[in-house]
């Protein structure tokens, strides 16, 4: 599943400039390396992750290029706003479960995801569920969707273009 992952989100990540990441949820931690791997010295990536332990773990990587916040996505607008980084995001990768957050809160996440990315900025989310697509289809420019069977379900990676 994670060669799934970074063929469709990693791959179409631009790291031969500088840019700005977020993203919400730490997952298993594969994702942030590879993303610290390819990135230069002089970008930046932005975590939101409110599972302490997790957290800590983020803690021990070490890298003046990666923020940590203990504070989730709902939340990550107005940090990076106070930042000034409000419309200066190339990509946001969530890995976060919008389907334990009722639909408005979801909304409203994706609304100031919006908001954080600059023109042609991207948001990725892979979720096993559809749901989300509609609202991001709803907000972004164009919206793109690629799918993979797992075992009995299928997972999704949603993308969305401001």
Do not use: W
């Not at 390396?33 to 990135?39: A, I, P, Q, S």
């Not at 932005?46 to 709902?74: G, P, S």
């Not at 749901?131 to 999704?156: A, D, N, Q």
Request: glycine letters at 4%; proline letters at 1%; one cysteine or more.
């Amino acid at each position: 599943m994670y060669k799934f992952l970074s063929e469709n989100i990693i791959s179409k990540i631009n790291f031969n400039k500088t840019i700005i990441l977020v993203q919400y949820g730490y997952t298993n931690g594969q994702i942030i390396t590879e993303v610290l791997e390819k990135m230069n010295d002089d970008s930046l990536l932005f975590v939101f992750e409110t599972d302490n332990k997790k957290v800590t773990d983020l803690l021990q990587l070490q890298d003046k290029r990666l923020r940590i916040y203990d504070a989730d996505a709902y939340s990550a607008k107005s940090i990076l706003e106070k930042q000034g980084y409000l419309g200066k995001v190339d990509c946001i990768i969530s890995t976060v479960g919008f389907s334990f957050f009722d639909s408005r809160k979801t909304r409203r996440i994706v609304f100031k995801s919006y908001a954080l990315l600059k023109e042609g900025g991207m948001l990725f989310t892979n979720k096993y569920s559809l749901l989300i697509y509609y609202t991001i289809k709803h907000r972004f420019i164009e919206t793109k969707i690629k799918f993979k069977p797992i075992s009995f379900s299928l997972i999704f990676i949603i993308k969305g273009i401001k």
